[in-house]
């Protein structure tokens, strides 16, 4: 695999996560995790953040407003994000 293709497969991995979260939303721990479990074994925090960002930016999730620890950012998927994997097959 190519670095793109590895970004783009990390992208999908990030957004299918914040899919799974019902709503909930994830934070970058939990982003962390799954990118992890997900085979992406050396994947930093500032990574993850750029790639959330860059989902953000493409409308795809958006961040989440925190009463309780505001601290610790989180993200949610939207219906741009979930019509992106219905379009994939990845539902």
């Not at 695999?1 to 709503?23: P, V, W, Y």
């Not at 961040?63 to 998927?77: D, G, L, Q, T, Y």
């Amino acid at each position: 695999m190519n670095a793109s293709i590895d970004r783009e497969l990390l992208r999908i991995n990030l957004l299918s996560t914040a899919q799974n979260s019902h709503g909930l939303g994830i934070t970058l721990v939990i982003a962390k995790m799954y990118a992890r479990n997900g085979g992406f074994r050396n994947v930093t925090d500032e990574e993850i953040f750029s790639e959330m960002g860059y989902l953000a930016d493409k409308g795809l999730i958006t961040s989440v407003e925190k009463v309780i620890s505001p601290e610790n950012k989180a993200w949610r998927i939207t219906a741009a994000g979930t019509d992106f994997l219905a379009m994939e097959g990845l539902l």
